[in-house]
């Protein structure tokens, strides 16, 4: 059973459409990330399933109510969804110490003080600051911080947390370090999480399913490797991962059933898409996505090329390489400093090479080259 359901939800401000008739599904323990640029309706989308901002058209359900309806009328307030929020700015209250700030909204709902003080530190100690407990807001770090907040999110116990970019105030380091614990934090609490980010990475490692948007229009709803693997459309795929996909343009014509040929001023490749189901004409003109892991840089390869630039950075090393002029983005495992200029055979050796409709943008298939 879904626990969050929007049917043809639309927001409009003006005349300007922030959400436009996205319709989505949330199942129970999830962790959905509405992922994509800055303006494209992530926050509103947010909003309007908390009950904070009014959609202009569609419904809301959660847990089987519907919460929002503007056919019927029906607008339930946030208090009553029985939902919590962390935002980015997550103020804590100055003048209260750590387990005031903890406990002030259970004391809010007159739980017993003993009940309280085990509900406090049970939470102090799944976020790992229970020896900070006396402690006032000040003299915390940022990620100290960060985890009070969670926990005053926490607090109260509800079924569903939203989160708008909780992470983004805070530095590369803290942030890797509070994604391991958010996604712990989800598995122990087996709430639903309904997180906002604009950072793909964010969204890739955290999500169980990742709901992408562009100026208000649904692009795809998938779990992360599923985007990442089979993006829907050029913006998807150049949304995802990191370096970006390499976006070739190529003219296609089918030569037989299953296989079709890809040309340009610099590549003659062979295309066999996984299942045979599209038929290319002659001059089609297309885009071949080829992400950088899956360019393959060995003795074996048939396809030249020459080192353009590499950065190494230990674990692995971003090589730029050029194919008589057309310049594509690899990555190699490790510390690998090619010189600049030298020559080297590359190979498309994996499963999974997208091949999009040039006009369209559109995903049409995917499939292995030789
Ligand atoms: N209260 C508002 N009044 C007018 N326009 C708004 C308001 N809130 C958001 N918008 C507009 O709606 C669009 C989506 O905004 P938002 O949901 O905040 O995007 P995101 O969170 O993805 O950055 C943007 O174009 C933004 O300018
Ligand atoms: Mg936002």
């Not at 003993?114 to 940022?142: D, Q, T």
């Not at 208000?216 to 829907?232: F, S, V």
């Amino acid at each position: 059973m879904p626990q969050i359901r929007l049917n043809n939800i639309t927001k409009r401000f003006g005349k300007a459409i922030a959400v436009d008739d996205l319709t989505i599904e949330i199942g129970d323990g999830e962790f959905v990330t509405l992922l994509g640029p800055s303006g494209c309706g992530k926050t509103t989308t947010l909003r309007m399933i908390a009950g904070l901002e009014t959609p202009t058209d569609g419904d809301i359900y959660i847990d089987d109510v519907c919460v929002f309806s503007s056919e019927k009328g029906i607008d339930i307030s946030p208090d009553k969804r029985n939902v919590g929020f962390l935002f980015q700015n997550y103020a804590l209250w100055p003048h209260m110490t750590v387990y005031k700030n903890v406990s002030f909204g259970l004391e809010n709902m007159k739980w017993d003080k003993n009940r309280i003080k085990e509900r406090v530190f049970e939470l102090l100690a799944m976020l790992r600051i229970e020896e900070y407990s006396e402690r006032y807001p000040s003299e915390l770090s940022g990620g100290q911080q960060q985890r009070v907040a969670i926990a005053r999110t926490l607090s109260t116990g509800p079924k569903i947390l939203f989160m708008d970019e909780p992470l983004s105030n805070l530095d590369a380091k803290l942030r890797m370090e509070m994604r391991t614990e958010l996604k712990r934090l989800h598995l122990e609490t087996g709430s639903t999480f309904v997180y906002v980010t604009h950072d793909q990475l964010e969204a890739m490692t955290l999500s169980t399913k990742i709901c992408l948007l562009k100026e208000g229009l649904l692009q795809q709803y998938e779990p992360p490797l599923d985007i990442y693997r089979y993006p829907a459309n050029y913006f998807v795929a150049d949304f995802v991962g990191s370096p970006n996909i390499n976006i070739i343009e190529m003219e296609g014509e089918q030569i037989n059933l299953d296989e079709i040929k890809l040309t340009n001023n610099q590549l003659s490749l062979l295309y066999t898409p996984n299942s045979s189901s599209i038929t290319i004409p002659k001059g089609k003109k297309l885009l071949l996505g080829v992400r950088p892991e899956d360019i393959e840089i060995c003795d074996e390869g048939t396809i030249e090329a020459a080192i353009y630039s590499t950065l190494p950075s230990g674990m692995e090393t971003i090589v730029k390489l050029d194919i008589a002029g057309l310049l594509v983005t690899c990555v190699v495992f490790g510390g690998v400093d090619f010189p600049i200029g030298s020559r080297v055979k590359i190979a498309f050796n994996a499963k999974n090479y997208v091949l999009f409709d040039r006009e369209s943008e559109r995903n049409i298939a995917s499939g292995t080259l030789s």
